[in-house]
């Protein structure tokens, strides 16, 4: 299992010495508008639709895992040599696309190497993969700082990793690949939820891209800033994903309610923060929602469908699709509030999309519960 390790430890520091910063030095650098929604949205929507349009067809997750993370490092090579332009935009797409496919790859090996024990060895692996994102950050954040066009070398520094590690993937000594889905019949339940989904999901991204432009034109923050954000974040999921998960257990219509409103804390504390530090305390909420996203809705579906992998890859999907429109509905709604002044219109939609994920969250509490049959 040493190369299995030694693989997501270094494809995630890989990916963090970079991923964090793209939507905050594209803002920087005047990408906008249409562009800006689609850089903020691709790290979450295009890996989505990628992961549901491979679950039709029967490939090896290491040959996924191969050709995804070395693709992934000839592009991060690619980005460090491109302006930041439409050209930028359209090789981050592509990249994120690639990225989709290794990780799908990896989920395939990761659903053999934990048949035994998942949530421990799950567990485990992701705990290497959010301790080397954490330094990785913050070693871009604080070298970089105000010089913001130094990013381009830890986009070099992560295609060069990239490389790498698909090498080293080519050792793994596990491999996987399951039956191509068929059909995508759903029943009553999960068909309610995924439509919640759907509606939340396009009010959740619509502060995606947002959000960098409040980095940059209302809080003038740096590297250095950005990435103490992460560091806050990511420390608070570790803190509380294990007492989270024991939460989910007891009432899980709750905590997905409850992890849907506390979402409304990210944009709040943009339009209402007067500093930065603010906006560090605000974080520590993203271990709070972080560990409800990662437990709480995937058992919801796991509960609910017939079959598991249509579920997940329709969950996938929908979510995806969501994330693309919420996201182009905020850049257009700053663009069109832009008479009030830059500023006055991010806030402005901040607070809009806050009180949105609140009405949103509500019709978590129409899901309805399933109960464990008992024997």
């Known amino acids: 299992m040493k190369p299995l390790r030694t693989y997501i430890i270094i494809k995630n520091f890989a990916s963090s010495l970079s991923q964090p910063f793209i939507s905050f030095v594209s803002a ?50 690619s980005l460090s040599f491109i302006p930041f332009n439409s050209i930028f935009v359209i090789v981050y797409v592509f990249l994120e696309a690639s990225l989709g ?14 048949n035994t024990s998942r949530g421990k060895i799950l567990a485990q692996y992701s705990f290497y993969s959010v301790i080397g994102g954490i330094i990785a950050t913050l070693i871009t954040g604080f070298a970089v700082n105000r010089e913001f066009g130094e990013v381009k070398y830890f986009f070099l520094t992560s295609g060069l990793l990239f490389l790498f590690t698909s090498l080293l993937s080519l050792s793994f000594d596990v491999d996987y690949a399951r039956k191509p889905l068929k059909g995508l019949s759903l029943n009553k339940e999960l068909t309610k939820f995924l439509l919640i989904t759907f509606l939340f999901d396009v009010v959740w991204s619509m502060a995606w891209p947002l959000f960098p432009l409040a980095q940059v034109y209302v809080f003038n923050m740096s590297f250095e800033n950005v990435a103490i954000i992460d560091l806050v974040a990511n420390f608070s999921t570790l803190l509380l994903q294990r007492k989270i998960g024991e939460l989910v257990d007891k009432n899980r ?11 409304s804390v990210f944009p709040l504390s943009y339009a209402l923060s007067t500093s930065v530090y603010e906006i560090y305390l605000a974080n520590i909420v993203a271990g709070f929602t972080s560990s409800i996203n ?20 329709l969950y996938n999907a929908v979510g995806g699709l969501g994330d693309i429109i919420g996201s182009s509905i905020g850049s257009l709604g700053v663009e069109e509030l832009e008479f009030l002044g830059l500023v006055v219109a991010i806030k402005v939609m901040m607070l809009v999309v806050a009180s949105l994920r609140v009405t949103a969250s509500l019709f978590y509490l129409k899901i309805q519960e399933v109960k464990p049959i008992k024997f």
């Open 253 to 263: 219509r709750l905590m997905m309610f409850l992890g849907r409103l506390a979402l």
């Open 28 to 77: 920087a650098f005047g990408i906008s508008g249409e562009s800006l929604a689609i850089v903020s949205s691709a790290g979450s929507a295009l890996p989505s639709f990628i992961q549901f349009l491979l679950g039709f067809f029967n490939i090896r997750g290491k040959t996924l895992t191969f050709a995804g993370t070395l693709v992934s490092g000839i592009l991060w090579i």
């Open 294 to 313: 990662s437990t709480a809705y995937l058992s919801y579906i796991y509960d609910n469908s017939k079959d598991v992998r249509k579920g997940l890859g």
């Open 101 to 114: 496919v290794s990780a799908y790859g990896w989920y395939l090996i990761m659903e053999r190497v934990s």
